[in-house]
């Protein structure tokens, strides 16, 4: 029989693995901090649970640590890891330090069915779902989890895809009996994925970001095939439907709004012309929102280019003076293929790899 993992459990999920195996309740709270506070690497480090029950959890669990493979720095500090799955896959997890703060941007699938034309995940196609516990290895694996102040679902995957277990990953991440962190550090991306949105606004506390980057259906549906599916005029009907502010306010009293983000790659003479901005600021109208500019980075055989950072400044301060709060965002990693749009896989699960994942791939456009 095939052993279950124990990480990326809920309190609810331990308190049935405490049943079944004749353990007392407590000791789903007692396997629980061993999991999400003390961070374990093996079940017989549990040592205030008896020997003949850590024998027993042993006999049907495995606990689910996995250690990155492979670790690349980029100039600017940013670090890329490459994490083993569950189920035998590879997904990219990227550490991003400033001076403020340390994000770590996280992946929620193997590959993406989205197929964005512009994003290197696109073009990897679909491999798998990644489990609670594979979305949480890459958190609290990562060494440099200490210093970490904010997670974005933006790594590989449409989150919203995944919907039960990136539910369940911000449950752990953010319950007292988990990793106890403010929702308002954690930021899940979405192409708009209408099937699931209302599910996540309604289930958890955390940030929204919603994948934008062209601001009519018409120009989007061209290069996200998602929007065929779920038209942004939809997503934004959705989203103007949700009281962000009260809907905060109900689950932490005193707590600043839950945010609201546009991510908008700024793409030259695609979607960076006068008209588009007085588009993007029509589409938002009445949204309490902010736009994320981000660079683009080069694919290989893609026909886009990159907006100059002048016209990006240029469009920031037009959203801001609209009303539309702009940001630019820095481009980190993109030496290493960590930036935005840039993370892929696909070459390095074909592979067999050895313990240190020191097989170099030889594409030229994927980094591993
Ligand atoms: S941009 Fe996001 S949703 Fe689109 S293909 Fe890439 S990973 Fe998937």
């Not at 205030?48 to 500090?77: C, M, T, W």
């Not at 259906?217 to 942004?232: D, F, G, H, N, V």
Request: contains cysteine; charged residues 25%.
């Amino acid at each position: 029989m095939e052993k279950k993992t124990l990480s990326g459990m809920t309190l609810a999920e331990l308190e049935n693995v405490a049943y079944e195996l004749g353990m007392p309740k407590y000791a789903s709270k007692q396997i629980a901090t061993w999991l999400y506070t003390k961070q374990i690497f093996s079940i017989s480090e549990m040592s205030n649970i008896s020997k003949a029950f850590r024998e027993k959890l042993e006999e049907h669990y495995v606990l689910g640590r996995k250690q990155p493979i492979k670790k690349v720095k980029s100039k600017d500090g940013t670090v890329k890891y490459l994490f083993p799955t569950q189920s035998g896959h590879f997904v990219e997890t990227v550490y991003i330090p400033t001076a403020e703060r340390a994000t770590l941007c996280v992946s929620s699938q193997v590959g993406c069915k989205m197929g964005c034309s512009f994003c290197m995940t696109g073009r990897q196609g679909f491999q798998a779902q990644l489990t609670p516990a594979d979305i949480l290895n890459q958190i609290y694996s990562l060494p440099e989890f200490a210093t970490l102040t904010n997670i974005v679902f933006m790594g590989q995957g449409e989150p919203l895809d995944n919907i039960d277990n990136v539910l369940r990953t911000c449950e752990i991440m953010t319950a007292p009996y988990g990793l106890a962190w403010s929702p308002k550090r954690i930021t899940v991306s979405t192409v708009g994925d209408l099937k699931n949105l209302r599910k996540f606004l309604n289930e958890s506390q955390c940030n929204i970001a919603i994948s934008l980057h062209f601001p009519t259906s018409a120009l989007r549906a061209e290069y996200m095939p998602a929007e065929k599916a779920w038209p942004i005029n939809k997503v934004v009907e959705v989203l103007k439907d949700y009281d962000f502010c009260n809907a905060e306010l109900q689950w932490h009293e005193g707590a600043k709004q839950r945010r609201l983000s546009f991510e908008y790659i700024v793409f030259a003479g695609l979607n960076d012309s006068h008209r588009h901005r007085d588009q993007l600021v029509e589409l938002l109208k009445g949204l309490d929102c902010r736009v994320n500019l981000i660079p683009f980075h080069t694919i290989p055989d893609s026909p886009f280019t990159a907006a100059p950072e002048k016209r990006m400044k240029e469009i920031r301060d037009y959203l801001t003076y609209k009303g539309v709060f702009s940001t630019l965002r820095a481009s980190r990693g993109e030496d290493i293929m960590a930036a935005c749009g840039l993370l892929s896989t696909k070459e390095r699960n074909k592979k067999k790899l050895n313990n240190y994942g020191r097989k170099e791939n030889t594409r030229r456009h994927y980094s591993w």
